[in-house]
């Protein structure tokens, strides 16, 4: 599966070595590189991508769960082209970005207001330096494994993290005693603590209800502002996990599919926190952005909560992709194949978990489904989105089945 690649795939070859004359490494995003060469997609249809060669593929990454709405939507679709019509850009304030502001207030307990941005990068960044500012304090506690975007990784030593500026004190994920002391050594200096209840690029491990919620208390002990980051998780739910959980941040970070397509970022809190951008104040915070109100993605973002991101589909989708967790791992476990499954609803991670040969059993393991038509990422993400069906999930299990034991055998 792996030799065949180049040859199968001449005109993304072609294509890559073009870019990375103007690119470094070919491309403007780091996370979809593929290992030798990433394939060149021209275009996409419902659940399907497919690629300069002309394969298709079934699209089990959905953009790294951002593409949740599948490649094309006919109800988005519609919206977006109506808006069209209505002006590019229009440097105002207008009702769209107020409705969608006040569906994501209702639907976040944290969220009693919010400001829109760009990126779930961006959000986070103002975010972190909104709690800063707030407290009057310098340091931001993160977590190993944590990315809250391209300069807010912490992946440790091997990981290629940017370095920035702020003062982080990094602590383990799920490891309430080991934080604790931690966060305690510096409880007065620490104004933010800023995690994902579930790590995503980090692996889609979960946070253990009761660690989050020792973060909870722990905040308010030592008065630092604490955020989810839900960029990600906010589609595990209508309220994300926080609502799941019933814990309640001091601010919460959203970004990706709330854009309806287009590039989003939010940010938001509790009151006494947020009103520090209220324009009427004499002394109010400047938050500006060319692109925060843009109105297709304001239009897009709020047709896709009022009618595609519901409580019910969410419910399905979610469904669906516990289940296939579910199924997965219960066969592994039966074939003793060196694969788990680990995540939350329709995000998940596939995981080799063979301490040998750790890289190329999980190369190999992509190879073999490329081969049979599934796309997922190299490093093993897996998310669903609403342009799937009941019957392709299910033919993506037993490819994946098909797959890990033809890993087994040749590694
Ligand atoms: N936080 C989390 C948890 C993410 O998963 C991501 C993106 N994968 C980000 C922040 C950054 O969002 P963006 O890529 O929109 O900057």
Redesign the pocket.
């Known amino acids: 599966a792996r030799r065949s690649y180049a040859s199968n795939n001449p005109n993304s070859l072609k294509a890559y070595e073009q870019a990375t004359e103007s690119l470094p490494g070919g491309g403007t995003r780091s996370?979809i590189f593929i290992h030798p060469f990433p394939l060149f997609i021209e275009r996409g249809d419902g659940s399907e991508i497919i690629d300069v060669d002309g394969h298709k593929y079934l699209d089990f990454v959905s953009d790294?769960?951002?593409g949740i709405y599948g490649k094309t939507n006919p109800v988005l679709k519609k919206a977006i082209i109506e808006g069209l019509d209505n002006g590019l850009q229009l440097g105002a304030h207008t009702l769209p970005e107020s409705s969608l502001s006040s569906e994501l207030c209702s639907r976040f307990p944290s969220m009693h207001l919010i400001r829109f941005a760009n990126?779930?990068?961006?959000?986070?960044i103002l975010a972190i330096s909104t709690g800063l500012h707030y407290t009057g304090r310098k340091k931001v506690v993160v977590f190993e494994g944590g990315?809250?975007?391209?300069v807010?990784s912490h992946f440790g030593e091997d990981g290629g993290d940017l370095k920035v500026p702020y003062d982080f004190v990094v602590c383990p994920y799920n490891d309430i005693t080991g934080t604790n002391s931690i966060i305690r050594k510096y409880a007065e200096e620490i104004g933010v603590i800023i995690v994902?209840p579930m790590l995503?690029?980090g692996g889609c491990i979960p946070g253990n209800p009761e660690f989050l919620q020792s973060l909870r208390e722990l905040s308010t002990e030592i008065g630092a502002v604490l955020i989810f980051?839900?960029?990600?998780?906010a589609r595990l739910s209508i309220g994300g996990r926080q609502k799941i959980l019933g814990i309640t941040p001091d601010m919460t970070?959203l970004?990706?599919f709330f854009g309806g397509g287009f590039?989003?970022?939010a940010f938001g809190g509790k009151k006494a926190i947020m009103s520090l951008f209220d324009a009427r104040q004499p002394n109010s915070i400047s938050h500006g952005g060319t692109f925060n109100n843009s109105p297709l993605t304001m239009i897009a973002g709020l047709t896709a909560v009022q009618h595609i991101l519901t409580e019910e589909n969410l419910r399905n989708l979610n469904e669906l992709g516990d289940s296939l967790r579910e199924n997965l791992n219960k066969v592994f476990d039966e074939e003793e194949l060196p694969f788990k499954m680990t995540g939350l609803g329709s995000i998940n991670q596939l995981h080799y978990t063979s301490p040998s040969q750790k890289r190329e059993g999980l190369d190999l393991f992509f190879f073999c489904l490329l081969d049979r038509g599934y796309w997922i990422a190299q490093r093993g993400l897996v998310s669903l989105n609403f342009a799937m069906t009941n019957k392709d999930v299910k033919g993506f299990e037993n490819a994946v089945i098909e797959a890990a034991r033809g890993v087994k055998s040749s590694l």
């Open positions: 996370s790294f769960t951002s990126s779930g990068t961006e959000a986070n990315y809250h975007g391209s807010l994902e995503g690029a980051d839900e960029v990600q998780t970070t970004g990706k590039a989003f970022g």
